[in-house]
């Protein structure tokens, strides 16, 4: 395991951050930490961090215990609504960073070079930051993030200030970190990053852990068939793919894998049936979340 955590508990006169969370994050997963706002994602991660030391309970990061030096270099962070040195440009931003690291200053030279075209930076980064937009911003963190080639990332809302094409590239970045073996911890809302690029997701609601699971435990999303001509004999046969088979007007809900698809079109074909559409039930994940967490405001 990567994280471990036992217990973990971190308050603050008593009252918010987060409450007894055990959890295990594998090697290579991309596990997502989903809550409102005032859950206590970014409390947690400060607190795996060692920025924040723990009210009780433990935890340990590549098996060493949490602010542990050495392991500390293994590490990358973005933090949420980080505070940037107005006055530097982005290269420099990023050659101090590589400062911090300890790294060689060669090493930095050839890294920044690297890091600047996976962000999506080159050619900006003699500007000055005052002058970056939001989401150039959230990429130079980014940058900060992975100078180090870290194995672990702490990614905090990695896109909330990102557009649809930057929360793209930011998605693709994060896949092509994962296929080099990262392991990344994500802290979002948006739940539609979460169903695209996470392994496992947790939701926390109030500092406490409500729901932990790969998608398809959490949900089990059924196949929704647009359906003429449904008939007995017809949801009798579908009945072998999935005893609970949900019929209204002309459609039929049925969960099955996507390897059973085309056997249950099959069937409803030799059933006399026409089929319109075939798809997944999309926004599950949103249902779920809402029923986890409820309405109401934050805390
Ligand atoms: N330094 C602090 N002192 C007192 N309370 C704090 C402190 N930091 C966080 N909290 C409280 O702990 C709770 C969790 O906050 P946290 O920032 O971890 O939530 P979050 O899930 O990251 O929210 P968001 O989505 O808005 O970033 C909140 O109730 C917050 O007010
Ligand atoms: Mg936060």
Redesign the pocket.
Known sequence: MVIQTYNLTKQ??G????GNISLSVREGEVFSFL??????????V?TLLGI?YPTSGNATILGKRIGNVEVRKEIGYLP?LFQYHNWLTGYELLFNHGLLYKMNKQDIKYRIEEVLLIVGLKGHENKKLKEYSKGMKQRIGLGCAILSNPKILFL??PTSALDPVGRKQVRDIISNLKKQGKTIFL?T?LLSEVEMISDRVAI?DK?QMKKIGTMTELINSPVIVSVENINENMVSELKKFDPIVNISNNQIEICVDDSNIPKVANTIVRNDGLIYMIKRKENLLEELFINTVGEED??
């Not at 009252?15 to 987060?18: L, M």
């Not at 809550?35 to 947690?44: D, E, H, R, V």
């Open positions: 603050f006169n009252k918010g951050g987060f809550g409102k706002n005032g859950a206590g994602k970014s409390t947690f400060r924040l949420e905090d809302e802290n809302h926390l500092g934050e805390r």
